[in-house]
């Protein structure tokens, strides 16, 4: 079966410090890549996502994610991260003909400290 | 502004007894779907639909069902056959469940404990 796994449960940051969320799939075939954040009493949204094309996307709020096929990785970045980003952080994996059904890792913790 | 409602957010069960959350959605979108989030497991699929009268189970539909009667609305029942109802439940909603482009959209959840 597919998985999804995220390095980090619980990451921990100064203000202004630069941010690498670990993403990793196990499926070999086609994938469409998706990066979700819950902030504290929100909703899920969608950071950004990976279809075809450049491998390097670009989100909201200055996140960028680099996919690298070889490493089956998709790893969120930010280079200056605010107190504004704690939230908990989803990687997700739709692969090819499995329709619409996400695969989520479990969940990155991210506490950013003023 | 369109969007996801779920109801209740906080909800209490006694145990042996079913108890129904409630999701509606007024995007217009065609597929529906119920996660459980818990703890370091991050969120798992329970049930989905991609369209309306027609469900399929996920990952975890033990001790779950659900019905699909209208386009809006996709309530989940936790039946007193699942062992470990206390979770966070997550409703979400995609355009075309046959686009594996199109991102999915999350309500706000409701939390289930049980007394």
């Known amino acids: 079966a597919q998985s999804v796994s995220q390095h980090n449960h619980h990451v921990i940051l100064s203000e202004a410090a630069s941010l690498e969320l670990g993403c990793n799939y196990s499926?070999?075939?086609?994938?469409?890549l998706f990066w979700y954040v819950q902030y504290p009493g929100q909703h899920l949204q969608l950071l950004l996502k990976?279809?075809?094309?450049?491998?390097l996307v670009k989100g909201i709020k200055g996140f960028e994610a680099e996919f690298i096929k070889s490493k089956f990785s998709f790893n969120l970045r930010k280079p200056s991260v605010q107190w504004s980003d704690t939230a908990e952080y989803f990687c997700?994996?739709?692969?090819?003909?499995?329709?619409?059904?996400?695969?989520f890792g479990p969940g990155t913790r991210l506490s950013v400290l003023p | 502004d369109g969007g996801i409602t779920q109801s209740p957010k906080y909800l209490f069960r006694k145990e042996g007894q079913n108890v129904t959350l409630s999701c509606e959605q007024n995007?217009?979108?065609?597929?529906m779907y119920w996660y459980r989030q818990d703890p370091g497991q991050g969120l798992r699929l329970i049930y989905y639909s991609q369209i309306v009268n027609d469900f399929q189970k996920g990952d975890i539909a033990e001790g779950y069902s659900v019905s699909r009667e209208k386009k809006e609305s996709f309530p989940l029942t936790v039946t007193s056959a699942q062992k470990n109802p206390t979770a966070f439940y997550l409703c979400?909603?995609?355009?075309?469940?046959?686009?594996?482009?199109?991102?999915?959209?999350f309500g706000d959840g409701t939390r289930l404990s049980i007394l």
């Open positions: 990976y279809f075809s094309g450049d491998p």
């Open positions: 499926y070999g075939g086609t994938v469409n």
């Open positions: 997700a994996v739709i692969v090819d003909n499995y329709g619409q059904n996400f695969v």
């Open positions: 995007l217009n979108h065609d597929a």
């Open positions: 979400a909603s995609s355009m075309d469940p046959g686009d594996s482009n199109q991102p999915q959209h």
